[in-house]
């Protein structure tokens, strides 16, 4: 004897309606709105808001398509790419120092040691304080007449000629430049560090002492490889902030002298703002670097994930 199969029904807009809600699929939904719509405000619509200027010569008042010119004029202006090379430069320097200098700090500061606390929150505090104000702190620490630098160093003997002008020789830019961005920015990765070597077990560590390892062999052989994760993140973070730095460089040194300074953002920044004496604002052109900038940054981070991969696979 044959059953016949019953069909339910297809299912109405109210009824999926009172399932999603059942499920939590609606409130989770609608909690992503505000997130969703600040993303679309602040980034995704000022993204597609610059091509359209692209091609155009655009001073804040008036637009004028110009077809290739904005093209030509940016691949054969060699300030423009210049201040490329600096940036990349920047980075380079900065993670060569930043990052090792981090984690030193952190594995000492996570020893058993009185102060501590005292020691993460001096630190840290150089990130919280504005760019702005670390430019003009650090403007007097390398002035070259009153600067606190030349008088330290003056009164230990250490310098007995002519006073170093740190900002505006070209040899000693750079320095400062480095100063101020390792002061500004290790004690942010000192706690990512801090905060990754505190989830790693204390079995591990009791294991290394009972086997007879010493601090050296126990940093090396635990410590370091099991901070990889946070490494990576570390690196990325470190990657990206270096090449978007430019706040605390205008305060500095203004991108000079001769452009010895002169990163790609802040060069971007002076050609939309028109931050110089005597000059028009340019945002057709600038958004035409701000776009080729991202490309640039946008490479750079594929690069650093595809390398990352490839070193996990044979780690």
């Not at 004028?64 to 380079?92: H, K, P």
């Not at 100063?179 to 070597?197: D, E, P, T, V």
Request: aromatic share 12%; charged share 10%; proline share 3%.
């Amino acid at each position: 004897m044959s059953t016949v199969k019953q069909v339910r029904p297809p299912e109405t807009f109210k009824e999926k309606v009172h399932r999603h809600w059942i499920n939590g699929n609606i409130q989770s939904n609608m909690m992503l709105i505000p997130a969703i719509v600040f993303l679309c405000v602040c980034s995704i619509y000022p993204f597609i808001w610059i091509f359209r200027y692209v091609l155009c010569n655009y001073n804040g008042f008036t637009s004028t398509f110009t077809g290739m010119q904005n093209i030509e004029r940016m691949l054969s202006d060699s300030t423009f790419w210049n201040s490329v090379g600096v940036t990349f430069e920047y980075a380079a320097y900065k993670l060569i120092f930043i990052v090792p200098l981090s984690l030193l700090m952190a594995v000492l500061l996570n020893m058993k040691m009185r102060g501590a606390a005292l020691f993460r929150a001096v630190y840290f505090m150089p990130t919280i304080i504005a760019t702005s104000i670390s430019g003009m702190i650090f403007t007097f620490i390398f002035a070259t007449q009153n600067g606190v630098l030349n008088g330290v160093l003056r009164a230990i003997g250490l310098q007995s000629g002519p006073r170093v002008n740190w900002l505006l020789n070209q040899s000693n830019v750079m320095v400062a430049v480095m100063a101020l961005a390792i002061w500004g920015g290790f004690g942010n990765y000192m706690l990512y560090f801090i905060n990754g070597i505190n989830g790693i077990s204390e079995d591990v560590y009791e294991s290394s002492k009972i086997d007879g390892a010493g601090a050296v062999r126990t940093f090396f052989s635990i410590t370091l490889p099991m901070l990889a994760p946070v490494m990576k993140v570390i690196l990325m973070l470190a990657i990206t902030g270096a090449f978007k730095d430019y706040e605390a460089i205008m305060v500095l040194t203004q991108g000079g002298p001769g452009n010895r300074t002169m990163v790609m953002f802040l060069y971007i920044y002076n050609t939309i703002f028109a931050n110089s004496n005597g000059a028009q604002a340019q945002i057709g052109y600038g958004a035409l670097l701000s776009v080729v900038a991202a490309v640039i940054v946008g490479c750079v981070t594929v690069i650093y994930n595809i390398v990352s991969r490839k070193l996990d696979d044979v780690m």
